[in-house]
T-cell receptor, first 114, second 113 residues
Framework: DQQVKQNSPSLSVQEGRISILNCDYT??????FLWYKKYPAEGPTFLIS?????DKNEDGRFTVFLNKSAKHLSLHIVPSQPGDSAVYFC?????????????FGKGTHLIIQP | DAGITQSPRHKVTETGTPVTLRCHQT?????MYWYRQDPGHGLRLIHY???????DKGEVSDGYSVSRSKTEDFLLTLESATSSQTSVYFC????????????FGNGTRLTVT
């Protein structure tokens, strides 16, 4: 049973516009959420995270929003740039603080159109 | 990234042969992980380690074993490779405990023919 869901396999956005990637989770024990970016033939790289005690975290062009009651988080990228074209994975960590790893969604392939 | 080296980067092997993948880190991180990435499945945890000689199973551990005899090395072994184990394997580390991101290596692409 999938505990972290990314329901959009792909998303196409025009350069300069906002990209919004969505993620839902089912396990209420998750208390730390992360977004990773992955280019082909490379490992995932950490992008931004949010603790369950917050509802927003911002880092430059990237903002993550968390709605605990809806068990939903989203990643906003504004403005979108060609280098943002990649696969984005949503991930969640339990109260063990990462001792038993992260649970990942299936990923969303973001394509930035010129 | 974060001083993680995976070897080999690519491997082709035949069904039934044993295969060992190596992960080496220079960050002295306590926790290490093996994930596999497959189309339509994202990244799934195979095994993890929370210290030297301390390991545990992840979501998809059947057919795999691991060993960690030194802090810096985490080995993943496929005792008898099957075609279903054709995948890209990623090693990750985390300083732990606490809410810290995992850092990933660049992966090993394994093809079992």
């Amino acid at each position: 049973d999938q505990q972290v869901k990314q329901n959009s396999p792909s998303l196409s956005v025009q350069e300069g516009r906002i990209s919004i990637l969505n993620c839902d989770y089912t396990n209420s024990m998750f208390d730390y959420f992360l977004w990773y970016k992955k280019y082909p033939a490379e490992g995932p790289t950490f992008l931004i995270s949010i603790s369950s005690i917050k509802d927003k975290n911002e880092d430059g062009r990237f903002t993550v929003f968390l709605n605990k009651s809806a068990k939903h988080l989203s990643l906003h990228i504004v403005p979108s740039q060609p280098g943002d074209s990649a696969v984005y994975f949503c991930a969640a960590m339990g109260s063990g603080g990462g001792a038993d790893g992260l649970t990942f969604g299936k990923g969303t392939h973001l394509i930035i159109q010129p | 990234d974060a001083g993680i080296t995976q070897s080999p980067r690519h491997k082709v092997t035949e069904t039934g042969t044993p295969v060992t993948l190596r992960c080496h880190q220079t960050e002295n991180h306590r926790y290490m992980y093996w994930y596999r990435q497959d189309p339509g499945h994202g990244l799934r945890l195979i095994h993890y380690s929370y210290g030297v000689k301390d390991t545990d199973k992840g979501e998809v551990s059947d057919g795999y074993s691991v060993s960690r005899s030194k802090t810096e090395d985490f080995l993943l072994t496929l005792e008898s490779a099957t075609s279903s184990q054709t995948s890209v394997y990623f090693c990750a580390t985390c300083p732990g405990p606490g809410n810290s991101p995992l850092h990933f290596g660049n992966g090993t692409r394994l093809t079992v023919t």
